[in-house]
């Protein structure tokens, strides 16, 4: 069953859903001498679909032993903005993977501002002290702790006449790879 799991996850003439299942099934009630690890992040690749990706990241999530957490912060910097947050959800779930994104962002590997605000609160409010410790001295320069001089300094923008065409080229070359609009 593993090994057909394997071989659907792996085939890329295989529908994605069909593959996100199989991935799932990677890791269930298997011997204790078998590891899914090197099978789960060959499938963090750009070409592979979305969905076996995210699906890849969970399964690599649940896994007892070996390493996971550098197995996801290795392929940081080619992953897209939503597995980036599934990355970091599976590791914020579990403390000693909390502590491998802190030494990542520590040794410059992953940088404050690629931890999108939300995550970067639940690191600063984290149950455990020295996470919110080190979490708070990392990424404090990310987090303006006077949001009315930020306001402030931008107030004037909201006066100004909109450019609608420049605001969709703007918003195309800049934005639309990882935001949709509406």
């Known amino acids: ?7 659907v996850a792996r085939d890329a003439a295989a529908p994605a859903p069909r593959r996100a299942l199989a991935v ?22 750009p070409e592979v679909p979305a969905e076996v990706q ?3 990241v969970s399964r690599l999530g649940r896994l007892r032993g070996g390493d996971a957490a550098g197995v996801l912060l290795g392929g940081w910097k ?4 939503t597995l980036r947050n599934n990355v970091l959800d599976v590791l914020l779930a579990r403390g000693e993977a909390t502590q491998a994104l802190l030494k990542a962002v520590e040794a410059g590997k992953i940088l404050p501002t690629e931890i999108d605000a939300e995550r970067r609160q639940r690191l600063i409010q ?31 923008a909201a006066s ?10 703007h918003f195309t070359k800049l934005c639309a790879t990882c935001h949709q609009l509406a």
Do not use: F, I, M
Request: charged share 25%.
């Open 126 to 156: 984290h149950a455990d002290a020295n996470v919110r410790a080190r979490s708070r001295k990392l990424l404090a320069e990310v987090v303006n702790p006077d949001r009315q001089k930020v306001l402030a300094a931008l107030a004037p």
């Open 54 to 56: 995210s699906a890849a």
């Open 1 to 7: 069953l593993l090994d057909t799991a394997g071989d």
């Open 24 to 45: 799932r099934l990677l890791g269930y009630g298997v011997p204790k001498d078998y590891d899914a690890t090197d099978s789960l992040a060959a499938l963090l690749r």
């Open 78 to 81: 080619g992953y897209g903005p």
């Open 160 to 169: 100004l006449e909109g450019d609608p065409p420049r605001g969709q080229g």
